[in-house]
């Protein structure tokens, strides 16, 4: 059963509630990382969480709610092996699939209604990766990630 992780800060926390109904309904499991409330929390505590869930491979797909969706986004991408695409349509959630095979999908809560919410989500399940060039060029994303890794591996030699 395909396993999807949650996360929102308090400007999420409602669009995160509703997708997570629909997942629910529609028969997937959720690792809900919270919040689960309106009261102010930080965005990085939860996207973190999000992120190494989906990195470790505890879930096959992330979906993240903040007040943009910007923040989210920038904080999944930190964790290695993620690709967080912050979407506003359905356009750019079937792109973030079928070029960038998106594994964290971030969504601006403050921007969008519930309807809108869960047609990204759906098209963003729904969608398949390419493969072919875009693979290629997702090989030159995760070279650039894997040597800045490398990089910080070899600093404390120097440092100490
Ligand atoms: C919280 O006010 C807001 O900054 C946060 O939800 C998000 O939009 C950050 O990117």
Not at 31 to 54: I, R
Not at 94 to 117: C, F, I
Not at 138 to 160: C, D, Y
Request: include cysteine.
């Amino acid at each position: 059963m395909t396993v999807i992780a949650l996360g929102a800060d308090h400007a999420g926390w409602e669009l995160k509630e509703a997708l997570k109904a629909w997942l629910i309904e529609n028969g997937l499991q959720i690792l809900d990382f919270g919040t689960h409330s309106t009261n102010s929390v930080d965005y990085p505590d939860y996207a973190l969480q999000v992120a190494e869930s989906v990195a470790a491979g505890k879930a096959e797909r992330g979906v993240l709610v903040c007040g943009t969706g910007i923040g989210m986004a920038m904080t999944a991408n930190k964790v290695p092996g993620v690709r967080a695409a912050l979407c506003s349509d359905p356009f750019t959630a079937r792109m973030s699939r079928e070029h960038n095979d998106a594994n964290v999908l971030t969504l601006g809560g403050r921007l969008m209604d519930k309807e809108l919410g869960l047609e990204i989500l759906q098209m963003w399940l729904s969608t398949a990766f390419g493969g072919g060039r875009h693979a290629r060029r997702l090989g030159k994303v995760a070279q650039i990630e894997r040597r800045h890794l490398e990089g910080r591996e070899e600093e404390p030699h120097g440092t100490s």
